[in-house]
């Protein structure tokens, strides 16, 4: 059974080179853009400057198919099962990326730090849970 | 444009009843099973009891019309854009839970604390990453 999930905008970033992008955000990733799509803007209207929260994207260049993976894509890394790795690889392909607001222009968002490549759709943003 | 999630698994809890159920997992949420399909088994090899993770699911019973909300349902809260909530109720319904893994017993894990009604539909599970 599926279930749509639909963009809600898209990344605009620097980053276009999947070989060169970071795995993660808080390797080097730099800041970005999300273009928000104009009929979800309601829902950002509590977001602040310096807000952390968590960006769920859709990573529409990963494969679907894939179960197992090197981790880090290191031949030398035993084979291991996709769902105990960040894989983008996997058969849903949902980004997580933990960010801080850094401005709001209109229906755009600026945050940091951000691996996703440019045009990569974003699919959610919840705020961070603090700790229990 | 829409991507189509799908359900890798199912949750089988004791929570049926959406009004009962806690808001968030740390909320006295209980364990529950996670039942796999048979093709992504693979993706579990690497998963032990004890694995920290973040499950995600498809709230399959939210909303996706809603924007703005009285956050916990409470009305003496001020309305608040969604993806300032953590909502069911969103353009998107994508669940985030973090969870331990109890054991597992072949195509099922045995996870907790997890507050998600029992059939809700799970689409992956990631490793919570650590402290940057």
């Given amino acids: 059974m599926d279930f749509p999930a639909r963009a809600i905008g898209r990344v605009e970033s620097g980053l276009t080179d999947p070989e060169a992008a970071p795995k993660q955000g808080r390797e080097g990733a730099p800041a970005a853009w999300i273009a ?18 968590v960006l769920l994207t859709w990573l529409d260049r990963a494969r679907r ?18 769902f105990s790795t960040r894989s983008a690889d996997r058969p849903n392909p949902i980004g997580l990326h933990e960010v801080e607001v850094l401005a709001r222009d ?3 968002l600026h945050v940091q ?3 996703a490549l440019d045009g990569t759709p974003v699919l959610d943003l919840k705020p961070v849970l603090g700790p229990a």
Avoid: K, M, Q, Y
């Avoid at 928000?36 to 929260?53: H, K, M, Q």
């Avoid at 198919?65 to 996709?82: E, K, M, Q």
């Fill in 36 to 53: 928000f799509e104009p009929d979800v803007l309601e829902g950002l209207d509590s977001i602040r400057p310096g807000d952390r929260v």
């Fill in 65 to 82: 198919d894939v179960l197992s993976v090197h981790p880090r894509d290191d031949p030398s890394n035993p084979l291991t099962g996709v």
């Fill in 106 to 108: 209109g229906a755009r």
């Fill in 113 to 115: 730090p951000l691996e």
